[in-house]
T-cell receptor, first 115, second 119 residues
Framework: AQKVTQAQTEISVVEKEDVTLDCVYE???????LFWYKQPPSGELVFLIR????DEQNEISGRYSWNFQKSTSSFNFTITASQVVDSAVYFC????????????WGLGTSLAVNP | DGGITQSPKYLFRKEGQNVTLSCEQN?????MYWYRQDPGQGLRLIYY???????QKGDIAEGYSVSREKKESFPLTVTSAQKNPTAFYLC??????????????????FGQGTRLTVV
């Protein structure tokens, strides 16, 4: 079975704090893909990153960084020096390499960055 | 600009009515998806289509219907059989299985959503 768990339902931080959003996944496939999306209050989901199962390199994009560890089946997302504009719901998703390529979604983490 | 357009942004339905949500994309994507989002929940897949004139049921297809007569369009009809239709509906598209890019499992692009309320 495939599953994505985002254990943190809500996180509240003060601006400029660093914050890490956890994502733990389950899959029996050896080839799979992991995604992070941001959903601001406007509602549209914005793609942040895609990572395939063969690439365990961590990635940094500005204030955003991602830590992929196959040993613990985790794909955590860190925002450094958070800003009010980072306030949103963040979703982690898993996709196998099968024919239907369905995305398995976590329930999301609601991040509130307060001034 | 290329993208996905959902309309309307807000929709009100009387009980017993069918309503249709529009989703149009000009990204030349083969695959299109409809998701339902309820407060505090993740996205649940209603229907998806990987090519024109073909679509499959997702996890919660009961009470919904779709069509895919054109590559650009994937409308969703919420029928009177859907007992609890009040939710936020998101349409998405991505490069599908018919194109080389599908091998890369590219990301999905989303519309801005339609908020449906039963009155």
């Amino acid at each position: 079975a495939q599953k994505v768990t985002q254990a943190q339902t809500e996180i509240s931080v003060v601006e400029k704090e660093d914050v890490t959003l956890d994502c733990v996944y389950e899959t029996r496939d050896t080839t799979y893909y992991l995604f992070w999306y941001k959903q601001p209050p406007s509602g549209e989901l914005v793609f942040l990153i895609r990572r395939n199962s063969f690439d365990e390199q961590n990635e940094i994009s500005g204030r955003y960084s991602w830590n992929f560890q196959k040993s613990t089946s985790s794909f955590n997302f860190t925002i450094t020096a958070s800003q009010v504009v980072d306030s949103a719901v963040y979703f982690c998703a898993l996709q196998n390499a099968g024919n239907n390529r369905k995305l398995i979604w976590g329930l999301g983490t609601s991040l509130a960055v307060n001034p | 600009d290329g993208g996905i357009t959902q309309s309307p942004k807000y929709l009100f339905r009387k009980e017993g009515q069918n309503v249709t949500l529009s989703c149009e994309q000009n990204l030349n994507h083969d695959a299109m998806y409809w998701y339902r989002q309820d407060p505090g929940q993740g996205l649940r897949l209603i229907y998806y289509s990987q090519i024109v004139n073909d679509f499959q049921k997702g996890d919660i297809a009961e009470g919904y219907s779709v069509s895919r007569e054109k590559k650009e369009s994937f409308p969703l009809t919420v029928t009177s059989a859907q007992k609890n239709p009040t939710a936020f509906y998101l349409c998405a598209s991505r490069v599908g299985p018919g194109r080389i890019g599908a091998l890369l499992n590219t990301e999905a692009f989303f519309g801005q959503g339609t908020r449906l309320t039963v009155v």
